[in-house]
C-alpha cells in the first residue's frame, strides 16, 4: 500500500495539463485548455482543463475530477496504479506500507493480465541481450536492420527462445498463474500441452498510450513457409488490435509538439523512422486501419500524413483508410515512396533533412492522390473514368465540413474536366443514401409516446433539494472566505401581539452566514456525498480560515471527485462556445453574491420545512392523530408559521 507521504508528493508534483496533454491535444483558452472529448466522437472541444483548480471536464460524457480521476477513466488504472504512474512521471520514490490479505485480493484479473506482460517484456529483453541464442539470432538481427543498442533498449524489443516451453517455465518459477499467462495468449495449451506462442521470434512490445504493455508482435527469422512471418498477440481483456497504435506512447509529445502524426504499417517503419529522428510516427500493426485507431490519433492532432510503400498493394491500402480518417474530420495527406522503397529501407538510406524533405514535397492531399492514382488506372476507359469520378465523390461524402465538401468538389472538377453541377448532384446522391427514411407513425401510437415521455421525465426530474444543496456547496467554494452584505428580515412583535418586520443590512463571510443559517434548523443535507463536502469545508474555514482548492480537490472517493469538477467548472463551459465573440455575456455571480446566498438559502430551508410538513402529515395519517392531538397541531402549526416566515423573507430578496 502506497504511503500517504508519497500520495501527498505526488498530488503536488503533478500538474494535471502535463498529464492529460500527453494524452490529448490542448489549445489555450482563456485561463484554461481546452480540447476534443476523449471519452466520445465529437468535431468540437467539450473537454477543458483548469491549471488553476487542477480539474478538468468532459462536459460531453459528464465525467471530470483530478489528474488521478482522468488516470482512472482514461487509462483504466486503480488509484495505487495512477499514484505510481504519477510518481514515476515525476520522479518521486514510492514508500511503501505492509498490504492486508484483502487489498492483495482486490487486485482484478486485468491487472493481473498487465502485470504477465510486464514481466514478460522484461524477460525478453533480457533474453535479448544476455541469452546466447538471444545474442546470436535476436540481437544480430536487430543491428543488421540498423537498430542502434539505445533504439533497441528504448523500444524494449526482446527475443523469444526456440525451445517450446522456454518461457512458459520461466513464468511459472516467478509465481504467475498459468490460467493468467495463458489468458494474455503468450502461451498456448493443447491436447499436445502448453507451447510458447512466441518462441523462436523477435520481440516488439505493444504499448498503450500510458505505456503500459497491451500485447506482443514477434517476427520468425526463419525461413518456414508453413509459419507466419509477422504474429500478434490473441485478442484479450486488454489487447484489441483495432484499438492499439504501434508507437503511440514513443510518439504522443513529439504528435502533439508538431500538431502531425505520420502512420505506417510496420513495427520496424516506426523505429528506423524514429531513429533517423521523425519521432511523430504510429504504426497500425500490420492490420487494416480501424476507426479506433484514428480516433487514437485524433485526441493529439487533427492532421494525418499516411505513408505507404511505392507498390500497387500499399497505394490501394491507402485509399482504404483514407474514407475512415475523413469521416473523423481530419485533415489527410498521402505521401508513397518510390517503387521498391518502404518507410523502413528509406529512412535508413538518407538523411534526416532528406526525409523532412521528401515528406514536405511528395505528400499530396487525399483528392489530389486518389485522382492521380485512379485516372492512372482507368487510362482512356470512360467506363472506368466514371467509376473514379464516383469514388472520389463517394470519398468528399464522409466529410462532415460542408465548407471542405465544397472546396474538394470544385477541385475534382477541374482535374476531371466534369461540370460542378453533376459533381454536386452526385454528392446530393451520396449523402441521400445516408438518410434514414422518415416512417409514418400512427397518430394513436405517437399520443402513447408523447404520454409515456412525460411520465418518463417526471420520474426523472431531479430534487430540487438536492440542486440547492450542490448550489449551497458551489458557493463554499468559490465564495466562502468573501465578505458580503445580507438583507436581514427581522420579525418582533408589538405590545398588541401585531407582527413588525424590520429590513436590516448585515455584513458577514459568507460560510459564516451560511453555517449560522443552517444550524438554525439544525440542518442536515440529504445527500450523503454534499453533506460530507459541506462538513469538510465548514471545518477548514473554521480552523484555517479559509480553503484551498487545490487540497479539496484530492478526494480519494472519485464521486466526491467529479461532484467538486462540476461545481468548479460549471461557470467555465461557456469558454467552449465563444458567447463573447457573438455578443452574449455571463454575468459574474460574485457582483451579486450576497443576493444568491440569501436566495439559496431561504429556498433551501423552505424546502426543507415544507418536507417536514408533509413527513408530520403522513404519520398524523397513518396514527389517525389529525385535529385530536393538541401538541401535533401545534407543531404543524408553528412549521407553518416558518414557512410563511421564509418566503415572506425571500419575496424581499431582489
Given at each position: 500500500m502506497i504511503s500517504r507521504s508519497t500520495i501527498d508528493q505526488v498530488y503536488?508534483?503533478?500538474?494535471?495539463?502535463?498529464?492529460i496533454g500527453d494524452f490529448i491535444s490542448l489549445k489555450k483558452s482563456g485561463s484554461n485548455f481546452k480540447g476534443l472529448s476523449p471519452f466520445s466522437q465529437e468535431r468540437t472541444p467539450s473537454f477543458m482543463v483548469s491549471p488553476v483548480k487542477q480539474i478538468w471536464k468532459d462536459f460531453s460524457s459528464g465525467k471530470g475530477g483530478n489528474v488521478v480521476a482522468f488516470l482512472m477513466e482514461h487509462e483504466h488504472f486503480t488509484y495505487p496504479e495512477s499514484i505510481e504512474f504519477l510518481a514515476k512521471k515525476y520522479n518521486i520514490e514510492i514508500e511503501k506500507t505492509e498490504q492486508s490479505t484483502a487489498e492483495k485480493k482486490k487486485t482484478n484479473q486485468r491487472e493481473s493480465l498487465f502485470m504477465v506482460n510486464k514481466f514478460a517484456q522484461e524477460q525478453f529483453s533480457k533474453d535479448l541481450w544476455e541469452f546466447s541464442e538471444g545474442i546470436?539470432?535476436?540481437?544480430?538481427?536487430?543491428?543488421?536492420?540498423?537498430?542502434?543498442?539505445?533504439?533497441?533498449?528504448?523500444?524494449?524489443?526482446?527475443?523469444?527462445?526456440?525451445?517450446?516451453?522456454?518461457?512458459?517455465?520461466?513464468?511459472?518459477?516467478?509465481?504467475?498463474?498459468?490460467?493468467?499467462?495463458?489468458?494474455?495468449?503468450?502461451?498456448?495449451?493443447?491436447?499436445r500441452g502448453v507451447v510458447d506462442r512466441f518462441r523462436g521470434r523477435v520481440i516488439f512490445p505493444i504499448r498503450s498510450m500510458a505505456g503500459r504493455i497491451q500485447g506482443f508482435g514477434g517476427r520468425i527469422l526463419s525461413s518456414n513457409l508453413k509459419t507466419a512471418k509477422y504474429l500478434n498477440s490473441p485478442e484479450s481483456d486488454i489487447y484489441h488490435k483495432s484499438q492499439v497504435l504501434y508507437g503511440i506512447y514513443e510518439a504522443k509529445k513529439a504528435i502533439v509538439r508538431e500538431d502531425i502524426c505520420f502512420l505506417v504499417e510496420g513495427y520496424t517503419d516506426v523505429i528506423q523512422m524514429y531513429q533517423k529522428g521523425i519521432e511523430n510516427i504510429v504504426s497500425s500493426s500490420g492490420t487494416a486501419l480501424s476507426s479506433e485507431q484514428i480516433q487514437l490519433i485524433r485526441r493529439l492532432t487533427s492532421n494525418v500524413v499516411v505513408l505507404f510503400d511505392g507498390d500497387a498493394a500499399g497505394l490501394r491500402a491507402a485509399i482504404r483508410g483514407i474514407d475512415l480518417i475523413l469521416e473523423q474530420g481530419m485533415n489527410v495527406r498521402i505521401c508513397s515512396f518510390p517503387e521498391g522503397e518502404d518507410p523502413d529501407s528509406f529512412a535508413k538510406s538518407h538523411s534526416l533533412d532528406e526525409i523532412k524533405t521528401y515528406l514536405l514535397d511528395e505528400a499530396k492531399d487525399f483528392i489530389q492522390f486518389k485522382t492521380d492514382l485512379l485516372l492512372k488506372e482507368a487510362a482512356n476507359d470512360p467506363v472506368k473514368k466514371a467509376t473514379t469520378i464516383r469514388e472520389i465523390v463517394q470519398s468528399i461524402s464522409k466529410i462532415p465540413d460542408a465548407i471542405k465538401q465544397e472546396i474538394y468538389i470544385r477541385e475534382c472538377s477541374s482535374k476531371m474536366e466534369v461540370s460542378e453541377v453533376i459533381l454536386f448532384n452526385t454528392l446530393a446522391q451520396e449523402k441521400n443514401k445516408k438518410s434514414v427514411p422518415i416512417r409514418k407513425i400512427d397518430s394513436n401510437m405517437d399520443k402513447q409516446v408523447l404520454s409515456n415521455q412525460k411520465s418518463d421525465i417526471k420520474s426523472k426530474s431531479v430534487n430540487p433539494i438536492i440542486l440547492l444543496e450542490k448550489q449551497i456547496i458551489s458557493i463554499l467554494l468559490q465564495y466562502g472566505n468573501d465578505e458580503a452584505s445580507f438583507d436581514e428580515l427581522l420579525v418582533s412583535s408589538d405590545k398588541e401581539g401585531n407582527l413588525i418586520e424590520e429590513s436590516k443590512t448585515v455584513h458577514s463571510k459568507v460560510h459564516e452566514k451560511i453555517f449560522l443559517d443552517l444550524q438554525q434548523d439544525e440542518v442536515e443535507m440529504i445527500q450523503p456525498e454534499f453533506q460530507s463536502l459541506y462538513s469538510q469545508l465548514i471545518e477548514k474555514f473554521q480552523i484555517e480560515g479559509k480553503v484551498q482548492l487545490e487540497k479539496i480537490i484530492h478526494q480519494e472517493d472519485p464521486n466526491l471527485g467529479k461532484i467538486l469538477t462540476d461545481i468548479l467548472l460549471a461557470d467555465e463551459e461557456h469558454q467552449l462556445h465563444n458567447w463573447e465573440k457573438k455578443n452574449i455575456f455571463v454575468k459574474d455571480r460574485k457582483s451579486v453574491v450576497g443576493q444568491l446566498v440569501?436566495?439559496?438559502?431561504?429556498?433551501?430551508?423552505?424546502?426543507?420545512?415544507?418536507?417536514?410538513?408533509?413527513?408530520?402529515?403522513?404519520?398524523a395519517k397513518q396514527l389517525n392523530l389529525k385535529n385530536k392531538d393538541p401538541d401535533f397541531l401545534e407543531e404543524v402549526m408553528q412549521y407553518q408559521g416558518l414557512k410563511k416566515l421564509l418566503s415572506r423573507k425571500l419575496n424581499r430578496v431582489i
Amino acid at each position: 500500500m502506497i504511503s500517504r507521504s508519497t500520495i501527498d508528493q505526488v498530488y503536488e508534483a503533478a500538474r494535471v495539463e502535463e498529464v492529460i496533454g500527453d494524452f490529448i491535444s490542448l489549445k489555450k483558452s482563456g485561463s484554461n485548455f481546452k480540447g476534443l472529448s476523449p471519452f466520445s466522437q465529437e468535431r468540437t472541444p467539450s473537454f477543458m482543463v483548469s491549471p488553476v483548480k487542477q480539474i478538468w471536464k468532459d462536459f460531453s460524457s459528464g465525467k471530470g475530477g483530478n489528474v488521478v480521476a482522468f488516470l482512472m477513466e482514461h487509462e483504466h488504472f486503480t488509484y495505487p496504479e495512477s499514484i505510481e504512474f504519477l510518481a514515476k512521471k515525476y520522479n518521486i520514490e514510492i514508500e511503501k506500507t505492509e498490504q492486508s490479505t484483502a487489498e492483495k485480493k482486490k487486485t482484478n484479473q486485468r491487472e493481473s493480465l498487465f502485470m504477465v506482460n510486464k514481466f514478460a517484456q522484461e524477460q525478453f529483453s533480457k533474453d535479448l541481450w544476455e541469452f546466447s541464442e538471444g545474442i546470436a539470432i535476436g540481437l544480430s538481427y536487430f543491428r543488421e536492420r540498423g537498430f542502434s543498442d539505445h533504439t533497441i533498449r528504448f523500444f524494449g524489443l526482446g527475443y523469444s527462445a526456440q525451445q517450446r516451453d522456454h518461457f512458459f517455465k520461466i513464468l511459472i518459477k516467478a509465481g504467475y498463474l498459468e490460467k493468467n499467462i495463458i489468458d494474455t495468449g503468450l502461451v498456448i495449451k493443447n491436447d499436445r500441452g502448453v507451447v510458447d506462442r512466441f518462441r523462436g521470434r523477435v520481440i516488439f512490445p505493444i504499448r498503450s498510450m500510458a505505456g503500459r504493455i497491451q500485447g506482443f508482435g514477434g517476427r520468425i527469422l526463419s525461413s518456414n513457409l508453413k509459419t507466419a512471418k509477422y504474429l500478434n498477440s490473441p485478442e484479450s481483456d486488454i489487447y484489441h488490435k483495432s484499438q492499439v497504435l504501434y508507437g503511440i506512447y514513443e510518439a504522443k509529445k513529439a504528435i502533439v509538439r508538431e500538431d502531425i502524426c505520420f502512420l505506417v504499417e510496420g513495427y520496424t517503419d516506426v523505429i528506423q523512422m524514429y531513429q533517423k529522428g521523425i519521432e511523430n510516427i504510429v504504426s497500425s500493426s500490420g492490420t487494416a486501419l480501424s476507426s479506433e485507431q484514428i480516433q487514437l490519433i485524433r485526441r493529439l492532432t487533427s492532421n494525418v500524413v499516411v505513408l505507404f510503400d511505392g507498390d500497387a498493394a500499399g497505394l490501394r491500402a491507402a485509399i482504404r483508410g483514407i474514407d475512415l480518417i475523413l469521416e473523423q474530420g481530419m485533415n489527410v495527406r498521402i505521401c508513397s515512396f518510390p517503387e521498391g522503397e518502404d518507410p523502413d529501407s528509406f529512412a535508413k538510406s538518407h538523411s534526416l533533412d532528406e526525409i523532412k524533405t521528401y515528406l514536405l514535397d511528395e505528400a499530396k492531399d487525399f483528392i489530389q492522390f486518389k485522382t492521380d492514382l485512379l485516372l492512372k488506372e482507368a487510362a482512356n476507359d470512360p467506363v472506368k473514368k466514371a467509376t473514379t469520378i464516383r469514388e472520389i465523390v463517394q470519398s468528399i461524402s464522409k466529410i462532415p465540413d460542408a465548407i471542405k465538401q465544397e472546396i474538394y468538389i470544385r477541385e475534382c472538377s477541374s482535374k476531371m474536366e466534369v461540370s460542378e453541377v453533376i459533381l454536386f448532384n452526385t454528392l446530393a446522391q451520396e449523402k441521400n443514401k445516408k438518410s434514414v427514411p422518415i416512417r409514418k407513425i400512427d397518430s394513436n401510437m405517437d399520443k402513447q409516446v408523447l404520454s409515456n415521455q412525460k411520465s418518463d421525465i417526471k420520474s426523472k426530474s431531479v430534487n430540487p433539494i438536492i440542486l440547492l444543496e450542490k448550489q449551497i456547496i458551489s458557493i463554499l467554494l468559490q465564495y466562502g472566505n468573501d465578505e458580503a452584505s445580507f438583507d436581514e428580515l427581522l420579525v418582533s412583535s408589538d405590545k398588541e401581539g401585531n407582527l413588525i418586520e424590520e429590513s436590516k443590512t448585515v455584513h458577514s463571510k459568507v460560510h459564516e452566514k451560511i453555517f449560522l443559517d443552517l444550524q438554525q434548523d439544525e440542518v442536515e443535507m440529504i445527500q450523503p456525498e454534499f453533506q460530507s463536502l459541506y462538513s469538510q469545508l465548514i471545518e477548514k474555514f473554521q480552523i484555517e480560515g479559509k480553503v484551498q482548492l487545490e487540497k479539496i480537490i484530492h478526494q480519494e472517493d472519485p464521486n466526491l471527485g467529479k461532484i467538486l469538477t462540476d461545481i468548479l467548472l460549471a461557470d467555465e463551459e461557456h469558454q467552449l462556445h465563444n458567447w463573447e465573440k457573438k455578443n452574449i455575456f455571463v454575468k459574474d455571480r460574485k457582483s451579486v453574491v450576497g443576493q444568491l446566498v440569501t436566495e439559496t438559502i431561504l429556498t433551501f430551508r423552505r424546502y426543507l420545512v415544507d418536507e417536514k410538513i408533509k413527513n408530520l402529515m403522513n404519520v398524523a395519517k397513518q396514527l389517525n392523530l389529525k385535529n385530536k392531538d393538541p401538541d401535533f397541531l401545534e407543531e404543524v402549526m408553528q412549521y407553518q408559521g416558518l414557512k410563511k416566515l421564509l418566503s415572506r423573507k425571500l419575496n424581499r430578496v431582489i
